[in-house]
């Protein structure tokens, strides 16, 4: 069974800091891996993803992520926070066996400080 | 052009009630899904549907009842609405979803549920 485990369910940072927003996985095989942010009130939108080919995956408004095998670990990073970048993100893996059902992890809060 | 949208984006009812969110989809996807967000921001699937047909349907009462009229539509129904239905509820689809464990789900605003 895949599952996915975010390690924080709160970050802060202040503007202009790099971010890390941590996401483990378990998976029976090579997975596929997604970074989804859903800014107050609105929808889920696709940050970036994994898919077994480059392990440093670029995704929109500055992130990456770097999915490592070895670690079972797909952490979301980006270099210098911005204010808009206050949301909550979810780690998602897809379950290939089970028509590519989404386990998504249970979310981190991102708050940018001023 | 929106590419999934959802109706209403806001729905408050008395506990009992029937009522239903409708969901449709314009990017010629194959497979939708509805998933439920509660209040602590989990998400979980509740159905997914591939060319109309049900093709995932997790542990959910069945108060609930999903109709896909069309690939390009999904509807959730609900039955004799209880408290604990109050959640936001979301529309995705995707391309190829069952086949493709590689495509992204596409989601709608959601639906803000809130049950009286």
């Known amino acids: 069974a895949q599952s996915v485990t975010q390690l924080d369910s709160h970050v802060s940072v202040s503007e202009g800091t790099p971010v890390l927003l941590r996401c483990n996985y378990s998976s029976s095989y090579s997975p596929s891996l997604f970074w989804y942010v859903q800014h107050p009130n609105k929808g889920l939108q696709l940050l970036l993803k994994?898919?077994?080919?480059?392990?440093l995956v670029k995704g929109i408004n500055g992130f990456e992520a770097e999915f490592k095998k070895s670690e079972t670990s797909f952490h979301l990073t980006k270099p210098s926070a911005h204010m808009s970048d206050a949301a909550e993100y979810f780690c998602v893996v897809s379950d290939q066996d089970n028509f590519n059902k989404f386990y998504f992890g249970s979310g981190t809060k991102l708050n940018v400080k001023p | 052009d929106t590419a999934v949208s959802q109706t209403p984006k806001y729905l408050v009812t008395q506990m009992g009630n029937d009522k239903s969110i409708k969901c449709e989809q314009n990017l010629g996807h194959d497979t939708m899904y509805w998933y439920k967000q509660d209040s602590k921001k989990f998400l979980k699937i509740m159905f997914s549907?591939?060319?109309?047909?049900?093709?995932i349907n997790e542990t959910v009462p069945n108060r609930f009842s999903p109709k896909s009229p069309d690939k390009a539509h999904l509807n959730l129904h609900i039955n004799s609405l209880e408290l604990g239905d109050s959640a936001v509820y979301f529309c995705?689809?995707?391309?190829?979803?069952?086949?493709?464990?590689?495509?992204?789900?596409?989601f709608g605003p959601g639906t803000r549920l809130t049950v009286l």
């Open positions: 549907y591939n060319n109309k047909e049900l093709i």
């Open positions: 994994y898919t077994s080919a480059a392990t």
């Open positions: 995705a689809s995707s391309e190829e979803g069952w086949r493709r464990s590689y495509n992204e789900q596409f």
